[in-house]
């Protein structure tokens, strides 16, 4: 369909060019070819407003012979070919009204006659400015194409590093739970079975949860405390958690699995290494305009050198970063007794997340 076409306001606009050409052309009929003025406004309005809507069947050669893609020989050839068959139609039908104009049994104004000249010019030029015109929306839309096919191949390798991302965290965690179920069942098989159970729960729970781009802030914290609650049989009483957790922020939209990695991390190279064990501190709160959350934990200063990848880490913060770009940050304050995680994320509701 013809851009035109596709906006009332923009059909509207292009007859009004065309209503203004023809006063122009009025103006033109009665000083330089000595035609009547009321003839002449009758006359050259409607033609004008004629050839405008004659000119848009350019729009489909212009898309046939592209500026940049066609050879000059041909283009010239095409456009010479199409405006001269276009301007003798033109006349034809101009021709026609003039004589429609003509009362019954009057006579054809003899100063008209000589305006024909004029309308081949006039018609000639106004042509050209359709033709010109229509370049330059072929360009401009053009552009908009290219413009919004950058920005689907942005979405689409946005959503395949996030898939990526989500492939490598799965496993992550699974390793990391089975390694606490081999480290029980040799030693406290109710303890290793009741970690089972609460492992089936945890995973169906994540794994729902994974699927979704953002879930309420509530709703991540409730999959970290079921973690805990397993890491919980295996230290007993040398874990211990808080959560602080501000009702303002329950709701704000956070992306899936970020929070369980950090405890993850937080139990198993912070508190697995101390002897009286240790809290992990989770807190949550607004600070102008974003949503601040906090993991921390002890740290024991003589333990020895971590073997782990960093997986969870640079997981939590590649899908921050992917998710929100610049207006997002994780900072990690590393010292020899504790370890925290900084989070700072736009504090958008779930339901507009969603929306």
Request: hydrophobic share 50%; glycine share 6%.
């Amino acid at each position: 369909m013809h851009p035109i076409f596709k906006h009332r306001r923009r059909l509207m606009l292009y007859l009004g060019v065309w209503v203004v050409f023809g006063l122009l052309l009025t103006v033109v009929f009665v000083f330089g070819g000595n035609a009547p003025i009321d003839w002449s406004l009758e006359f050259a309005v409607p033609i004008a407003i004629v050839l405008g809507l004659q000119s848009l069947s350019f729009w489909y050669v212009v898309q046939a012979v592209p500026a940049d893609d066609t050879p000059v020989v041909r283009m010239v050839v095409t456009w010479a070919i199409a405006g001269v068959v276009s301007l003798i139609v033109w006349i034809a039908i101009a021709y026609a009204w003039a004589m429609w104009l003509v009362p019954e049994g009057g006579v054809y104004p003899e100063s008209a006659t000589g305006i024909l000249p004029l309308l081949i010019f006039a018609g000639a030029i106004g042509m050209s400015l359709a033709v010109l015109g229509h370049y330059l929306a072929g360009a401009f839309q053009r552009s908009r194409n290219a413009e919004r096919r950058a920005l689907e191949l942005q979405v689409l390798a946005r959503e395949a590093e996030l898939k990526s991302l989500r492939a490598q965290l799965d496993p992550h965690f699974l390793f990391n739970s089975l390694n606490s179920v081999a480290a029980l069942i040799g030693n406290d098989t109710q303890a290793a079975r009741q970690m089972c159970f609460l492992m089936a729960n945890f995973f169906r729970k994540s794994l729902t949860l994974a699927r979704q781009q953002a879930i309420p802030l509530s709703e991540e914290v409730s999959l970290a405390e079921t973690f805990l609650a397993i890491e919980k049989v295996r230290f007993g009483d040398r874990l211990r958690a808080s959560f602080d957790i501000a009702d303002d922020v329950k709701d704000v939209a956070v992306p899936p699995l970020m929070l369980q990695p950090l405890v993850e991390n937080a139990v198993h190279h912070g508190v697995a290494h101390l002897l009286e064990g240790g809290e992990v501190c989770v807190q949550a709160h607004r600070r102008e305009g974003f949503l601040e959350l906090v993991v921390a934990n002890p740290c024991d200063p003589d333990r020895p050198p971590s073997r782990s990848t960093g997986v969870g880490l640079v997981n939590v913060r590649s899908r921050v970063e992917t998710l929100c770009g610049h207006r997002a940050s994780v900072d990690v304050d590393a010292s020899e007794t504790a370890f925290r995680v900084s989070i700072l994320l736009p504090a958008v509701s779930s339901q507009s997340a969603t929306s």
